[in-house]
T-cell receptor
């Protein structure tokens, strides 16, 4: 069974204070690791997909990296508008390609 | 491009009552997913449709939950009868195809069962 563990559960940063979120996973035949952002009262918003160890993707102040066991979401010089819950999900090699999500990291960036 | 639409956005019912949620996926998306997200948890897949056929409903509590996707476009998810533990946000997502395609989520329906 695919499993995803995210840490920390919550993270509070000052504006401009860079940090990283962790996503550890076990999956049979990784077919993609996904990062989503979820604001209160909204559905998850797609950020990145990573497919193989060593791959990196960037978007504004966010950079996602992938190893064989975990992924990191690096946030550089965050702003208050980056405050949200960040969800990590994996897609295994099953025939239905379903996503298994972690519980998320609640990020709060104070001005 | 319009996103995934869901209605209603909020619903409050008494336990043992029935409720239905509606989802309209992104135009042209063949695959539709229903997820349940309990407060403080990540979304959990309930059912996946490819066009109007069910691909995976292994985590759907079939004694009380049902879903259909007539004509391969809109979908409805029904709960009958509802239990207190069904209180959650029900998210609909769609993707162009199954497999590696990105899933795009709707805003969700927040269900409270009293």
């Amino acid at each position: 069974e695919d499993q995803v563990t995210q840490s920390p559960e919550a993270l509070r940063l000052q504006e401009g204070e860079s940090s990283s979120l962790n996503c550890s996973y076990t999956v049979s035949g990784l077919r993609g690791l996904f990062w989503y952002r979820q604001d209160p009262g909204k559905g998850p918003e797609f950020l990145f997909t990573l497919y193989s160890a060593g791959e990196e993707k960037e978007k504004e102040r966010l950079k996602a990296t992938l190893t064989k066991k975990e992924s990191f979401l690096h946030i550089t010089a965050p702003k208050p508008e980056d405050s949200a819950t960040y969800l990590c999900a994996v897609r295994g090699g099953g025939s239905n390609y379903k996503l298994t999500f972690g519980k998320g990291t609640l990020l709060t960036v104070n001005p | 491009e319009a996103g995934v639409a869901q209605s209603p956005r909020y619903k409050i019912i008494e336990k043992r009552q029935s409720v239905a949620f509606w989802c309209n996926p992104i135009s042209g998306h063949a695959t539709l997913y229903w997820y349940q997200q309990i407060l403080g948890q990540g979304p959990k897949l309930l059912i996946q449709f490819q066009n109007n056929g069910v691909v995976d409903d292994s985590q759907l509590p079939k004694d009380r939950f049902s879903a259909e996707r007539l004509k391969g476009v809109d979908s409805t998810l029904k709960i009958q009868p509802a239990k207190l533990e069904d209180s959650a946000v029900y998210l609909c997502a769609s993707s162009l195809l199954a497999g590696p395609d990105t899933q795009y989520f709707g805003p969700g329906t927040r269900l409270t069962v009293l």
